[in-house]
């Protein structure tokens, strides 16, 4: 524990200290949601509930993958020598899942936020969906943490990861979107039980593949 703690303390330092990565993904967020304001017209009333739900769910996507991919992709193979002789490989995903889950929690209720400022707030059940954005920055986190560590290991591993990740992340899409739209249009949170339990299936399933099989990706 001690040690996970402070792999994880070492990847907040070294992202403050190297904040050009969270400006730049900050700045995509923030541009991707003024130019929506800008093609949509919301004055015009012209955005009704279901694509401000799309168009929400595709700005956080491909902000949790250049936010996550750069986990292993980033590294040198000098620093994951020195990571061998310092910690467990259990000890490196889980740090990294977790520290990549709260850069998503931070990246998403900030594109939450200025997303309902500018093309409004049309969420009927709040509550439910910001447990859906929790829910989204895990399951994101752990699915493309441990894409990422696998397509570190091939030399075209932008594309790798593309194509490994959308399989993945799909079924986590589908949920995700069904929750928020019951989340739109105020339906009694009973009636997404059934996602929310699949969806935190799925990450059981996602977290407990990573801890397993990191260790024989670590070794090659």
């Not at 303390?9 to 949601?33: C, D, F, H, M, P």
């Not at 750069?70 to 590294?75: L, R």
């Not at 995700?176 to 105020?186: E, M, P, Q, R, Y």
Request: hydrophobic letters at 55%.
């Amino acid at each position: 524990m001690n040690n996970l703690v402070s792999f994880i303390r070492k990847e907040v330092t070294l992202e403050w200290r190297q904040r050009y990565a969270i400006n730049g993904i900050l700045l995509y967020l923030v541009s991707t949601i003024f130019i929506c304001y800008l093609s949509f017209n919301v004055r015009s009333n012209q955005l009704n509930p279901i694509t401000w739900n799309a168009l929400f769910w595709i700005i956080l996507l491909f902000t949790a993958i250049n936010a996550v991919a750069k986990s292993f992709i980033q590294e040198k193979e000098g620093k994951y020598l020195y990571y061998y002789w310092l910690i467990s490989p259990q000890t490196l995903i889980i740090s990294r899942i977790v520290y990549n889950t709260l850069l998503m929690l931070v990246l998403a209720f900030i594109g939450y936020g200025m997303y309902s400022l500018v093309l409004g707030n049309p969420v009927g059940d709040p509550v439910l969906f910001l447990f859906n954005l929790l829910l989204a920055a895990v399951s994101f986190s752990s699915a493309l943490t441990m894409i990422s560590a696998i397509a570190s290991k091939a030399n075209n591993n932008q594309t790798l990861m593309a194509i490994l990740g959308f399989p993945v992340i799909l079924p986590m899409l589908l949920m995700v979107i069904k929750i928020s739209k019951n989340a739109l249009d105020g339906i009694a949170r009973g009636e997404s039980y059934d996602e929310i339990l699949t969806l935190l299936a799925i990450n059981l399933i996602v977290g407990a593949v990573s801890y397993l099989l990191f260790p024989y990706l670590w070794r090659s």
